[in-house]
């Protein structure tokens, strides 16, 4: 679903934010994205959603190349950011529809989801409010009932737990593996390590913007928990800032 | 001592806030800097040199006491061109600041906290009166008798002469908001009080000039008459009595009084109002958040209406975005009906028996005017700002987005336009080709000003700046406005020009009109070519 080859990116032409990463996310993958901060997780996400242009590789989603034809792209995947950022004199529903717009949904389609994913999510009876208004979990789980809506091949997300409540968390954690039984790929970087450890099929850690291990969870952690294997892999130095 | 250093942090951090916005736009825009440089350095020039020579040949005619004149001069002129600017700071200061919270659980007094912003706001304010006052002091600093007293009331006086109008201007307002923050007409109520201030400074300003400038126009030594300035100035703001006893008798002591009589009125309504204000800064936030209910409807449009909707969503949300897009065609659609109830007085006699009817050129004039100062396109663009990602990741062409905002930015010109074109037929009954000849102005102009604008915001996007207003402010709005100069003599000496070519109103306007639109047609290719790749550059 997601394949990243030899991806590099630099800010300043000099020093690689990312340099040579290669991952493949396969449908109904729970993949992990792992690193200390700077590490170059939301630069690669960025890069992968388009948001940002790599210098070197490829990154393809379902096949179709996000530097070639990224308007494609963008109809089969989702994003979410770390920080939902969103236009603040906007209701909830006015938000909703505007991507239900975006992606051409009907009436009956865009009903069925929202009043699904609100109600979920406990977002219901906020929807008529202006965003403005919202805490920022509530601005996340918007953002996400969003993500949702269009039923997206793949989900990117960036840090997508930070700011919820343990009832939202819970909730979405389990609406996450609801999609990736129906084949879904989501790729999520994070720095809850408990919840990737729960979750998650596949890893990958990057350092210094290079991935330093990937693979499937069971193998990379063995008998271990993931913290102690990402504190060893990171060297006890520079695990000091997740 | 601590609370004295306490003040100092917070003024310090006040001002690195607004500092590190210009850096974060010197270092994305360096481009835009250098074409702002070049804009301004000319207009700076002329008017530096423009003082010179005023001053200069009213030495040449014996006007001895010029040097005091020219101190009342730019006391007057830099306080009275910042008087638009305290309404507008006054109002960012009684908005909510994302940091008004924190601070507030910080062991500093309201008053400090305050003061701090307060002072900010008239540095910022007072770049603008540097910026208008330096070329005349430079000259004045040339030709004049320069006395110590004399340059410490310079240098102080028109800074300090807006301590009060700023202190007076921040607490009203937030005494108004206070005042309405129940009312179930808030918000048009806020629209209302933004209005009759924004009148309140024109008309102050208005009447100042007409009392400075009254007979003076013809008049090359236009100096001599600029005590009615000081003395118009006095009217409304008597403090100043202090300044001219300090010139006329070169004592500095009057000078220190005045100082002294600014800092403790600052002092005095900062330590009266303190807790008031900073109780109405914090609940500005918490009131921002309460709204009414929207209706819960699933209904599907075309993307490009969503996206109109949500421009006119954010226009319709924000007072200030209100009066700065309305407020210019509302006065333009009003000067046209007193064009049109004055249009007699308007048939001027040429060659003895001629009579020509100006209004014939002055409504095409006022359409192609206003299609300059509908100026959205050049900042709608960078307004997404933070949310950017959000467009750039759903299935949206770019060119969908670019022509939304630029549709946006011509409705807005086309309902005032369409409402001065009815009036232009009505009243003054042009042929058919005169008629069809300002409709193709009005199309020329308004696609070649939407889409210029458009690219310049391309071009140079307010990357990294947060605040709606400073954003508003920002390179691609300073360009657009300084073009503005340029176009008010282009594009109606276009509309002549195509007259005398043509002996044709009705062909001149068409040919102008065409002229303009084959320009803007330019500007789309330009931003189809490379709208997508500069889009990139905005998140």
């Excluded at chain 2, 600041?97 to 007094?109: A, M, Q, S, Y």
Aim: contains cysteine.
């Amino acid at each position: 679903m997601l394949e990243i080859r030899n991806v590099y990116k630099s800010y300043d032409g000099k020093k690689d934010a990312i340099k040579d990463i290669t991952l493949d996310i396969e449908s109904g993958d729970i993949f992990a994205f792992i690193g200390h901060n700077g590490a170059g997780k939301t630069t690669l996400i960025k890069c992968i959603v388009g948001l940002l242009d790599y210098d070197k590789g490829s990154i393809k989603i379902d096949g179709i190349d996000v530097k070639e034809n990224l308007l494609a792209a963008k109809k089969i995947f989702a994003y979410i950011p770390d920080n939902p950022n969103i236009y603040e004199t906007m209701s909830g529903i006015q938000y909703l529809n505007f991507i239900s717009d975006a992606f051409n949904l009907f009436e009956t389609e865009r009903k069925e989801k929202i009043g699904k994913y609100s109600e979920i999510l406990d977002m219901t009876s906020k929807l008529g409010d202006k965003i403005s208004s919202y805490s920022h979990g509530m601005k996340q789980k918007l953002v996400i009932i969003g993500a949702l809506i269009h039923s997206p091949k793949l989900l990117v997300l960036d840090e997508p737990f930070v700011g919820l409540d343990p009832e939202a968390s819970f909730k979405i954690k389990n609406i996450f593996k609801e999609l990736t039984e129906e084949g879904t790929a989501i790729f999520f970087s994070t720095h809850v390590l408990e919840t990737a450890e729960k979750i998650c099929n596949k890893v990958a850690v990057i350092r210094h913007g290079e991935v330093i291990k990937c693979g499937e969870m069971s193998v990379i952690k063995k008998d271990e928990s993931l913290e102690d294997v990402f504190m060893e892999l990171l060297g006890e130095g520079d695990g000091k800032d997740i | 001592m601590v609370k004295t250093f306490d003040l100092v942090k917070i003024f310090l951090k006040e001002m690195y806030k607004f500092n590190n916005r210009t850096v974060n736009k010197r270092k994305s825009n360096s481009k835009g800097l250098l074409i702002l440089l070049i804009v301004l350095v000319p207009i700076y020039l002329l008017m530096f040199v423009s003082n010179f020579i005023q001053i200069f040949i009213s030495f040449g005619n014996g006007v001895v006491d010029i040097f005091d004149k020219s101190i009342y001069t730019i006391v007057v002129l830099t306080s009275v061109s910042s008087l638009f600017f305290i309404v507008i700071s006054g109002n960012q200061l009684a908005m909510t600041e994302k940091d008004n919270d924190v601070l507030g659980t910080l062991p500093i007094p309201e008053r400090t906290i305050i003061s701090a912003k307060l002072i900010t706001a008239m540095i910022v304010e007072s770049f603008f009166e540097i910026f208008i006052g330096i070329s005349g002091l430079i000259a004045y600093l040339v030709v004049g008798n320069i006395t110590l007293n004399g340059l410490l009331v310079l240098l102080i006086a028109p800074i300090l002469s807006i301590v009060l109008p700023t202190v007076l201007f921040s607490f009203l307002i937030l005494a108004v908001r206070k005042a309405i923050q129940k009312s179930k007409y808030k918000r048009v109520l806020e629209l209302l009080g933004l209005v009759l201030m924004i009148v309140f400074v024109f008309g102050l300003s208005f009447m100042i000039s007409m009392t400075t400038s009254a007979g003076e126009m013809d008049n090359p030594n236009i100096l001599t008459g600029m005590m009615n300035a000081y003395e118009a100035f006095m009217t409304y703001f008597p403090g100043l009595i202090l300044i001219k006893l300090s010139i006329e008798q070169n004592n500095i002591l009057f000078f220190i009084l005045y100082v002294a009589l600014m800092i403790g009125l600052f002092a005095v309504f900062t330590v009266l109002f303190q807790k008031f204000a900073f109780r109405m800064m914090v609940y500005e936030k918490v009131n921002n958040q309460q709204n009414k209910k929207d209706k819960i409807e699933y209904k599907n449009s075309t993307i490009f209406k969503t996206l109109l909707k949500k421009e006119f969503t954010k226009l319709f949300n924000d007072n200030l975005y209100i009066v700065n897009a309305l407020l210019l065609p509302v006065f333009a659609v009003v000067g046209a009906i007193l064009i049109a109830v004055f249009k007699n007085d308007m048939i001027m006699e040429v060659d003895g028996d001629t009579a020509f009817n100006f209004t014939i050129l002055i409504f095409p004039i006022i359409l192609v005017l206003l299609s300059m100062m509908t100026l959205t396109s050049s900042f709608t663009l960078s307004l997404e700002n933070k949310s950017t990602w959000f467009l750039r990741t759903l299935p949206i062409d770019e060119k969908t987005i670019f022509r939304a905002k630029a549709v946006f930015n011509l409705i807005l010109y086309y309902v005032p336009g369409i409402i001065i074109y009815a009036i232009y037929i009505i009243t003054v009954l042009p042929n058919f080709l005169e008629a069809f000849g300002t409709l193709c102005l009005m199309v020329g102009s308004s696609t070649l000003t939407t889409y210029i604008n458009q690219f310049i915001n391309l071009r140079h996007p307010a990357i990294d700046m947060e605040d709606k207003y400073v954003i508003k402010q920002s390179t691609s709005v300073m360009i657009a406005s300084f073009l503005i100069i340029g176009e008010m003599f282009l594009f109606p000496g276009l509309i002549v020009g195509m007259y005398f070519a043509t002996s044709s109103f009705g062909i001149g306007f068409i040919l102008a009109g065409v002229i303009l639109f084959l320009f803007g047609l330019l500007f789309i290719y330009l931003i189809n070519k490379n709208g997508k790749k500069l889009y990139k550059r905005f998140c």
